[in-house]
T-cell receptor, first 120, second 111 residues
């Protein structure tokens, strides 16, 4: 099946530093990738939609200047948490749709393994 | 706005039982519904995808049904095993294929 890889799987950083998380579709092309955040014992909340070659679309309440998203190619999207603070500690998960498998928007979404960020 | 609710929030059963997880959604104008499994500290594994034109999908011991008119989906797990212990999430899309997730059902199957 389609594989989505995230890196790093976990990261610990000091408050005020920036952290970059990569999301790659390994065996398919994804024009659109999605970034989710999950706090402990809560479900996933969509942060933003990443579109290849254009600006990301952010959900209400998500600071676009804090969570920088770049989708430079059909297989890679990056999420950079800038000036991270302890409240940004969370589990970040990306997902992508295999455009070759789906017609329109009816395709199955595949998820990465997630990246756990801990900000001290 | 799509809202997704899952009941029960947690479930503990002995091994071998058949069980049903419930998912309801408010906006029935969906084109598919997806069930996922999440192990602690891990990402999501897609279990079943039901298109809006389908009423159910089966994969091994799993069967998912979809009733758009009532805004409900169920995930049926037959002959549960300890390895089935995980959190099960259902998700319904809204415009642009963005998924809205339910709160999940934390399942524990005891040997």
């Amino acid at each position: 099946g389609a594989v989505v890889s995230q890196h790093p799987s976990w990261v610990i950083c000091k408050s005020g530093t920036s952290v970059k998380i990569e999301c790659r579709s390994l065996d398919f092309q994804a024009t659109t990738m999605f970034w989710y955040r999950q706090f402990p014992k809560q479900s996933l909340m969509l942060m933003a939609t990443s579109n290849e070659g254009s600006k990301a679309t952010y959900e209400q309440g998500v600071e676009k200047d804090k969570f920088l998203i770049n989708h430079a190619s059909l297989t890679l999207s990056t999420l950079t948490v800038t000036s991270a603070h302890p409240e940004d500690s969370s589990f970040y998960i990306c997902s992508a749709r295999d455009r070759s498998r789906s017609a329109g928007e009816t395709g199955e979404l595949f998820f990465g393994e997630g990246s756990r960020l801990t900000v001290l | 706005k799509q809202e997704v609710t899952q009941i029960p929030a947690a479930l503990s059963v002995p091994e071998g039982e058949n069980l049903v997880l419930n998912c309801s959604f408010t906006d029935s104008a969906i084109y598919n519904l997806q069930w996922f499994r999440q192990d602690p500290g891990k990402g999501l594994t897609s279990l079943l995808l039901i298109q809006s034109s389908q009423r159910e999908q089966t994969s091994g011991r799993l069967n998912a049904s979809l009733d758009k008119s009532s805004g409900r989906s169920t995930l049926y797990i037959a002959a549960s095993q300890p390895g089935d212990s995980a959190t099960y999430l259902c998700a319904a899309p809204r415009a642009g294929n963005m998924l809205t997730f339910g709160g999940g059902t934390r399942l524990m199957v005891k040997p």
